[in-house]
Every structure is written in C-alpha cells, then in structure tokens.
C-alpha cells in the first residue's frame, strides 16, 4: 500500500510500504477512505514531538470500511463503515473506567497512539487496535466528509472548551483563535445555551466562518481586543473563556477576558512556558483547564451531525487525493494565505 511516511524533521514522503495487517485478536484492519491533516502532524514535522521516529506513518484521523478482522473482534465485522478516532481505548484499564481514554494504560499511558506510536491513518489501510471499544460505527445518515471532523478537531473543541469550560444557558462565551479547534468549540457552544459566543482571530476569513458558524459577534485581534470584548459584555467580561491557539500571548489574553468566577478553557497547544499573573488571578477565583481530547462524546456528536444540529461538512474548505498529500500539507500549512480550515483527503 501507499502511505505518508515520516523521515524526520521537514522530511515526509508518499511511499510505497507494507499492507497494515491483524498483529493482535482485538485488531482490525481500515480501508481508509477519507482522512485528514490536524496541526498536530504540523508540529510532528516540525520535530516537536520527540516520540515520533523515522519510518513513522502520520494521521490520527480517517473514516474507512472493515477489511480484516481479529478473532477477539465481537462488535464489528468486514465490511462496516468506521470512524478511527484520535484516541485509543483499550475500555479496561483505571482511566478508561474513569472516562479518560486519553490516559489509557494499557496502549502506553496516552490514547493518541495513530501517527505517534504506531502507524497512523495517512495510508491507504490502518491497523486499529482494541477495535471494539475504540472504533465508531458512521450512521447511513452521515457522509464521509462529516464523519472525519468528530474524529479529533469537534471532539477537542467540544470536550476541553466547551465541556471543560462549563458553559452554561446564557453565557456568554469567548473563543481566541477560530482555526478548526476554536471553530468546533463556536459550533458546539450552543448546545449548551451560550447567549453569546465572541470569535477573536486576525483572520478575517476565520472570522467570517466563525460568525457562519454561529459566533454572535467577531473581533479581530489587536491592540484594543480586550476593551472591545468587555464592552460587549456587562463590563465585568465573559463567563468562559477558550484559547484555540498555543502561544503565551494568546492565553494571556483569553485569561484577560474572563469575569470573577469564571472559566478558563485551554485547548492549544503550547510548544513554550507560559508565565501567567497568578498574582492578579488567585483572587478572582477563575478556574483554569487543559487537556488532551478523549474523544467519549463521539456518539453525542454524530447524533448532533445526524440531526442537522451540527454542519460538520462546513469544517471541510479543500479536497484532495491521496496521491495530492503533499499539495493538502501545502495548503493546510499555509492556511491563511489559502482560506483554508480542514482539508479532505480521499483515494483517487
């Protein structure tokens, strides 16, 4: 089969490779029949993530059909129509049983193995371990191009923003950076009541989606972003607060924007320390989260996308082939300049 294949820091390559194929009983094998690109394979290439070794099949993310299946296999069988999430739960362990798949102990203490610890999703077939409690079975009523987006991007902005955040009816919500992340975290904000929910970018691309999304207002970034939200709230600021972004300078304004008693949702990821004024923030009694995505309310979401409530497809601005991987890194990579949000890759 063919695959993308890392080589090292800038080093990627569509290559030739072994068929993925049943290693353990719980294992299946995926035709994969749409992926994706996720910033965090942008951070791989940049060689950020040490984990990731030469000869590495990148992608954490692909809607497929069953090919082979393991003998321990009881759920799923050749043929169905499958979603390969980010995460990986063997369903078992302490943190599976808590609701943290993200920290499975049984798959190396980190759920998000595909395209880190083992081969990833970026190939024409994938090896899925612990296949029956990891996979998701896509609804007739569920196109290919909505299902990709509840793999990693809608998850992530629902579970650590919006979940994480503790939005509740009447909120009013701010989201800094309106990439894909930030965007799924606008789309699912209100279906938890948010009465408000303001997108910051310096995109203004981004912001126009945002607002199509479901943003109630858009600010563009800059000198005078925190004076203008506050003024479109009481003046005291916004109830949750969410950084979609991963610098210092983005969390210290996400922190800026939130009342006492509030939220502080993190969802970027930060390559950099960060130093935070706890001396002015101990005492207004905010609350601040991080995380990794688990990815459990996978079968909210596919309700939500099959219902209509949820446009998954709008995530989705580029197509390409798998033989076009390097032209989607391209355009992914260089997504303001492109207008770009999520890429969509398929076989030719």
């Not at 808590?98 to 610890?117: A, D, E, K, N, Y």
């Not at 997108?199 to 999304?213: G, P």
């Amino acid at each position: 089969m063919k695959a993308l294949v890392y080589h090292g820091p800038g080093k990627k390559s569509w290559e030739e490779v072994p068929d993925a194929a049943i290693q353990e009983p719980t294992d299946v094998v995926v035709r994969v029949v749409t992926t994706t690109i996720c910033g965090t394979d942008l951070h791989i290439l940049h060689g950020d993530v040490a984990a990731v070794t030469d000869g590495r099949i990148l992608g954490h993310e692909a809607v497929g059909t069953v090919t082979e299946v393991g003998d321990a296999v009881t759920v799923f069988q050749a043929g169905d129509r499958v979603l390969v999430p980010a995460i990986t739960k063997c369903g078992r362990c302490e943190y599976c049983q808590r609701g943290m798949p993200s920290h499975c102990q049984t798959v190396g203490g980190i759920g998000w193995i595909f395209g880190h610890l083992i081969d990833g999703t970026q190939a024409e077939t994938v090896r899925v371990p612990y296949a029956d409690t990891s996979l998701y079975a896509v609804p007739d009523s569920v196109t290919n191009e909505q299902a990709i987006f509840l793999a990693d991007s809608l998850p992530t902005g629902y579970e650590v923003g919006v979940l994480a955040g503790q939005v509740r009816p009447g909120d009013t919500v701010a989201v800094v950076g309106v990439g894909p992340v930030g965007l799924s975290s606008v789309l699912t904000a209100g279906l938890w009541g948010a009465s408000k929910v303001i997108a910051i970018d310096t995109n203004k691309f981004r912001l126009d989606k945002a607002l199509e999304f479901g943003a109630t207002d858009a600010v563009e970034a800059g000198p005078g972003t925190v004076a203008e939200v506050i003024a479109l709230t009481d003046g005291l600021g916004v109830d949750v607060s969410i950084e979609a972004v991963g610098y210092p300078e983005t969390l210290l304004t996400t922190a800026s924007l939130v009342r006492p008693g509030g939220f502080i949702a993190n969802i970027g990821v930060h390559g950099t320390p960060v130093e935070l004024p706890m001396q002015d923030m101990w005492i207004q009694n905010v609350t601040l989260t991080m995380g990794l995505v688990d990815t459990v309310s996978i079968p909210t979401l596919l309700k939500m996308v099959a219902s209509g409530r949820i446009p998954a497809e709008k995530m989705g601005t580029h197509s390409f082939t798998f033989d076009e991987m390097d032209e989607a890194y391209d355009v992914f990579k260089n997504a303001a300049a492109n207008s770009a949000l999520k890429v969509v890759i398929r076989p030719a």
